[in-house]
C-alpha cells in the first residue's frame, strides 16, 4: 500500500501547521522494485548495510547491490554512537549524492545522522519491523557516553517491502511490538504535562498514535505467526510514530519514561554492557513504568499521595553514579535549567486529580504485561543480563537522562 500522506500535512485544530519531509512511504511485497525510479536523478547513490542486513535483503535488491556502491559495516556488535558514526563517514564515499538504509534502528541512524552531515537525501529500505525511528528526524546516539539526540534528517522515501521484513527473525519483530507498546506511557506522559502546565499537545497526533498502537495490539498473535498483513499494519504504525515526531518537531509522542530506562541502561552507567535491542529494552522500561503509574493513581485515589518539595537535584546520587563514570559534570549539563525549579507545589497537589483521571485511561499493567509476554517479548531484567536488584535505582536514576519532564520525574515531589 501507498500511504496517503496528505492526511499529515497542513494546519491543524491544535493551531499549529503540520508539515513532513518524507515524499513518498510504500508498505507492500515488492516494495524495493521501486527503488530504481526514485534513485534515477541521482548520480553516485551508496547502500549503508552489515552483513546481516545485507543477507536479509540481497535476494530481493540484488541488482541495487551490483550497481550502486556498498557501505557495508563491519563487525558484530555495531552501534550508533561516535566511533561507527566516524567509521560511515569514512566509508562513504565523497562522491555520494544518496545514501540508501538497508537495515534496522542502528544501521538508519547511521545512514541518517551522515547523511544530515553531507546535506543529502537517503532512502529507507527497512530490513525489520523492529524500531519506530525510520522516519525520525533525529538520530539516538551514544556520544562519548552519553545518550544524546542529535540532529538528522527523515528519510525522502520508505520502501517497506514485506517481502524483506516479513521475514526478518521474530527477535526483531517482537521488538518492535515492544517500542510501539511503550507508547501508552510516552503517550501519557505527554498528556500529564499538558494538563498539569499546558505543555504543546496536539489531539490529532495523539489520537493517530494511540489507534495505531491499539491497532496493533488487536493482532499480536496475528503478528507472531507472520501473517503478512499484519506484518504491514505493525510496519506502518512504528513508521506512523516516526511521522508523529516530525509533526510534532520532536519525539514527545513517541519518548517518555519507557525510553528513559532503555536510555540509561544503554549509557551503561550502573550496569554492565547490555547486548539487547533496543525495543527489548523499552519493553521492561515500559513494564517497570506501568506498574510505578498504577502505584501513583492508587496513592491519589486513596488520598495517601503527599505532595514534597523534590525539585532540586539529587546530588549526591548523581555523584555517586554518573560521577563514577565521569559524567557527572554531563548529566548537569543535560538537565540544566532545572524543569522542576519553578514548579508550583501547591498548583501540583490541586491538579493531583487530574493526574489521576489521566492514569485511568492507561491500560492495566498486568494485562499489558501478560500480552507483550504471550507475543514473546522481554519483560524482565533477567531475560537481557540485567539484575534485578537494580530496578529501584533504575527508576530513580532515569529522569535524569534526558531534560523531559514525565510523570516519573514529577513522582519525586510525591510520596505514595
Request: glycine residues 6%; aromatic residues 8%; hydrophobic residues 40%.
Amino acid at each position: 500500500m501507498k500511504i496517503d500522506l496528505s492526511r499529515f500535512l497542513g494546519m491543524c485544530s491544535c493551531g499549529k501547521e503540520h508539515a513532513i519531509t518524507v515524499d513518498e512511504i510504500i508498505i507492500e511485497s515488492g516494495a524495493v522494485k521501486e527503488l530504481s525510479q526514485v534513485a534515477a536523478d541521482y548520480q553516485h547513490p551508496v547502500i549503508v548495510c552489515d552483513k546481516n542486513t545485507k543477507a536479509a535483503a540481497y535476494p530481493y535488491m540484488k541488482d541495487y547491490f551490483e550497481i550502486y556502491e556498498v557501505a557495508e559495516m563491519q563487525g558484530d556488535n555495531i552501534h550508533a554512537d561516535n566511533c561507527f558514526t566516524a567509521i560511515a563517514d569514512e566509508m562513504i564515499s565523497r562522491e555520494a549524492d544518496l545514501l540508501i538504509a538497508v537495515g534496522a534502528g542502528t544501521i538508519h541512524d547511521l545512514t541518517r545522522y551522515t547523511a544530515y552531515q553531507r546535506k543529502i537525501p537517503f532512502i529507507s529500505v527497512p530490513t525489520a519491523a523492529s524500531v519506530d525511528g525510520f522516519v525520525s528526524v533525529v538520530a539516538a546516539m551514544t556520544w562519548h557516553g552519553m545518550k544524546k539526540t542529535l540532529p538528522a534528517v527523515a528519510p525522502i522515501c520508505v520502501l517497506a517491502d514485506t517481502d524483506i521484513f516479513g521475514k526478518a527473525p521474530y527477535r526483531l519483530t517482537a521488538s518492535g511490538i515492544s517500542d510501539l507498546m511503550g507508547k501508552y506511557t510516552a503517550l501519557l506522559d505527554w498528556r500529564v504535562c499538558h494538563v498539569l502546565f499546558d505543555e504543546y499537545f496536539c489531539k490529532t497526533i495523539y489520537d493517530l498514535e494511540m489507534e495505531a498502537v491499539q491497532e496493533v495490539e488487536k493482532v499480536l498473535n496475528n503478528i507472531k505467526k507472520g501473517e503478512p498483513e499484519c506484518m504491514e499494519k505493525l510496519m506502518y504504525a512504528l513508521i506512523l510514530s516516526g511521522l508523529a515526531m516530525q509533526m510534532t518537531g520532536n519525539s514527545r509522542p513517541a519518548s517518555g519514561a519507557e525510553h528513559h530506562v532503555s536510555h540509561l541502561w544503554e549509557m551503561a552507567i550502573i550496569n554492565e554492557p547490555v547486548d539487547a535491542l533496543h525495543g527489548e529494552k523499552v519493553s521492561i522500561g515500559f513494564v517497570f513504568v506501568t506498574e510505578y503509574y498504577e502505584k501513583i493513581r492508587r496513592a491519589i485515589k486513596n488520598n495517601t499521595c503527599r505532595i514534597v518539595d523534590g525539585r532540586a537535584y539529587e546530588t549526591e546520587l548523581l555523584q555517586q553514579t554518573f560521577g563514577a563514570k565521569d559524567k557527572y559534570e554531563e548529566v548537569l549539563q543535560e538537565n540544566n535549567p532545572n524543569l522542576m525549579e519553578d514548579i508550583n507545589l501547591a498548583d501540583l497537589e490541586a491538579k493531583l486529580p487530574l493526574i489521576a483521571k489521566e492514569l485511568e485511561k492507561l491500560p492495566d499493567a498486568g494485562e499489558l504485561k501478560k500480552k507483550l509476554a504471550d507475543a514473546d517479548c522481554v519483560t524482565t531484567m533477567e531475560e537481557i543480563g540485567l539484575d534485578a536488584a537494580l530496578k529501584d535505582l533504575t527508576l530513580r536514576l532515569c529522569p535524569y537522562v534526558r531534560r523531559r519532564l514525565t510523570l516519573l520525574r514529577l513522582s519525586k515531589l510525591m510520596t505514595l
